[in-house]
């Protein structure tokens, strides 16, 4: 981060027609962007939503409420722009890559991009999801993928995902980032049952018994127990950070891969916005471990960077704070001290 | 509200291409927007925001950390586009109209809306803010502008304001409408400082003992320790709800106009949708008096109706769920039940 930006955007801040500090978050925000951009007056005007969809083969435990070809499903729904995803991205100005990284079947579509790593990862409560190159293969495509929308000038990028099974991965990888305990991490991911939550739990302390994470290595953990998309994801952000550009995280699987990208590379966490807290409990536990505040929260348990997507106004808003108000002594505003 | 119709966007909201609920709060905000309107498919794409300018003769017990004369410079800041509201209006697409309600000083400006109905309020603290005929004067303002709007084809509300001294005067109505003491409500504007605080307290605690407002007559606590901006606020919320629009109060001037209007007509409750939690203390009550929720807690204290517009993206967003998702039967996704 650039620290002298950020002072002087914060003395620019405190020279706008408002009483100094009166729009909150908001300032933090702009300054932070200051620090991230390295200019005075940061630009959010083209903004982009990358959402990586994979599948998991820990589904064949039965842990989620729909079936695996649900991830199929929503793809091309995605596709064809009836989605959350679709409709708050168009309100918010934002463009939607999809992005097939690891879905288990073939899909095909002329707005897709295709960068399959595996057909689904493998079930990681009998061993590890994927090998070791292809975590790193995952983490390439998200980096490639960012690195195209930061040419085509993109200055913000949302994280979102889609993969029946995800809450199940990374409540483990959670679990192996920090000391909680599985009846703290682990909810009921799309809806299923008090059953299915009881089995879910036990499938990853199966999964953490099976595959033994290493705590310290971002992509040993991701390998073992992670997912092709959440891989791609923590690419997204880590190709973002290299880059100075700013990226939102969602909800708990991009929180997760939010941990998998800080494991890898700690400064990454600076270059990472906020957005929705998650009705799953895990999700505020993220937002701890990586030292940030939700700026939503909404009740809202969608997944596919839906609350990324809701947060691109508000930083949007921040940046146009900054850009767009008169000082006081452009509007000739008496200021008593 | 149209019950029928609620239920109606509810059952809809349930066939769309996401889990039943996890929208949260967005789903709220359809529901209750189709409840409104009367249409299951309300529109948000004709947004407006109302900023009420008035002043306070009670300034001159010296309550207030910025002098008179920056509710007109304000008011010029307003009419060149320089100042928060502003921007925070462009970035939601909504049009903003300035009224001069009561500002003391003489305005002139093109796109001014002159209703001036008194130059500012006399001081409260010594007897009446302003008489009953001008407090109904300063609601009838609020439903002509609002009337305007609605026949331009307006069908989402902001409200918001401008006028130095009037947190003062917003306090000494939420302590007249609840069982609250002044340490729970009164803060710090704003940016008084402590000193400034504690002689705040005491310029309302006299205030209510001279005017002895009657806690059930909405008019009278309005005429005797409100505002001419206040009560044109609530004649926009009075308006609006009459027309079946929705409108979003903002801080705590605005949520001060609510619990007037709300004494007027208790049902226009029902068509006020919630925005930000202010940092100011008396807010949260206010949300809590009207049974309702923020959506956003930013930390901000900025007024003008700076969180009203910034959560018209968010109402935006929950029509557009409403009218733009996919069905599950739309998009071909297997449902297991």
Do not use: C, W
């Not at 299923?192 to 939550?197: C, S």
């Not at 390998?223 to 891989?231: D, T």
């Not at 993220?286 to 030292?291: G, H, K, S, V």
């Amino acid at each position: 981060l650039n620290r002298a930006q950020m002072r002087q955007a914060q003395k620019r801040l405190d020279s706008l027609t408002k009483p100094p500090g009166s729009l909150g978050k908001l300032e933090e925000i702009a300054v932070q962007l200051a620090g991230i951009s390295g200019e005075l007056l940061p630009q959010v005007d083209n903004k982009y939503h990358v959402v990586m969809a994979g599948d998991h083969g820990v589904v064949e435990e039965g842990v989620s409420a729909f079936p695996q070809q649900v991830t199929t499903q929503m793809v091309y729904n995605f596709l064809n722009g009836g989605a959350a995803v679709n409709v708050l991205a168009e309100q918010a100005g934002a463009e939607v890559a999809i992005v097939d990284i690891g879905v288990a079947q073939e899909i095909e579509g002329e707005n897709l991009l295709n960068r399959k790593v595996k057909y689904g990862t493998d079930n990681l409560a009998v061993g590890p999801a994927m090998t070791r190159e292809e975590a790193i293969s995952s983490l390439e495509v998200g980096i490639e993928v960012v690195e195209d929308l930061i040419k085509q000038g993109a200055n913000l990028i949302g994280t979102g995902e889609m993969g029946i099974g995800n809450t199940t991965s990374s409540s483990a990888i959670l679990a192996t980032s920090t000391d909680l305990s599985l009846e703290q991490i682990v909810g009921y991911g799309t809806g299923i049952d008090e059953a299915g939550l009881e089995k879910k739990k036990k499938v990853i302390a199966q999964a953490l018994e099976v595959n033994q994470p290493q705590v310290n290595d971002g992509l040993d953990i991701l390998a073992k127990v992670g997912g092709l998309e959440i891989g791609g994801m923590a690419g997204v952000m880590l190709g973002a950070a290299a880059h100075r550009v700013p990226v939102i995280i969602d909800g708990l699987i991009s929180g997760a891969a939010a941990l998998i990208a800080h494991k890898i590379e700690p400064q990454v966490s600076n270059y990472l916005l906020p957005s929705h807290q998650s009705v799953e409990p895990g999700h505020i536990k993220i937002y701890e471990a990586l030292d940030l505040e939700p700026l939503l929260d909404l009740e809202m348990r969608l997944g596919e960077g839906t609350g990324a997507v809701l947060s691109m106004n508000l930083v949007e808003a921040a940046a146009n704070i900054i850009n767009g108000m008169a000082t006081f002594s452009e509007a000739g505003i008496t200021v008593e001290d």
